[in-house]
């Protein structure tokens, strides 16, 4: 099962309109995305490329993103010395907010088959 990442904003160059440092958002279990505030698609972006392997096991050194704690740093992508908006650093760190076999089994089920034009094609 794939561990649960707690993301962090730990430090912010420039102004953004969406962060303030100590901001916090979860992806559990691998792939859901907790957060109880809006998500800036700029930060998804940063961290799309190393979440999966983060949540697997993969170390931050071995990703070439550790940092003198041997946690995961990436930066969102807007330019702020351009931009004039905030280039924010988040911290990644495993945490134990996971979710079991069991939460998994109290989700609703869902209809994976297609649906709408597909279904009258097929």
Not at 48 to 73: C, F, I, K, Q, T
């Amino acid at each position: 099962m794939s561990e649960s990442l707690t993301v962090e904003v730990v430090n912010i160059e420039g102004r953004c309109p969406v962060y303030q440092v100590g901001d916090r958002f979860e992806i559990v279990a691998g792939y859901r995305l907790r957060c109880e505030r809006e998500v800036c698609l700029h930060a998804l972006m940063a961290l799309a490329p190393y979440y999966v392997a983060l949540s697997r096991g993969v170390e931050p050194a071995d990703l070439g993103l550790a940092g003198p704690d041997g946690a995961a740093y990436v930066q969102c992508l807007d330019p702020q010395a351009i931009t004039g908006g905030g280039t924010v650093t988040f911290r990644i760190r495993v945490s134990s907010g996971g979710l079991s076999a069991a939460d998994d089994a109290d989700l609703p089920q869902r209809d994976h088959r297609p649906q709408g034009l597909m279904t009258t094609l097929l």
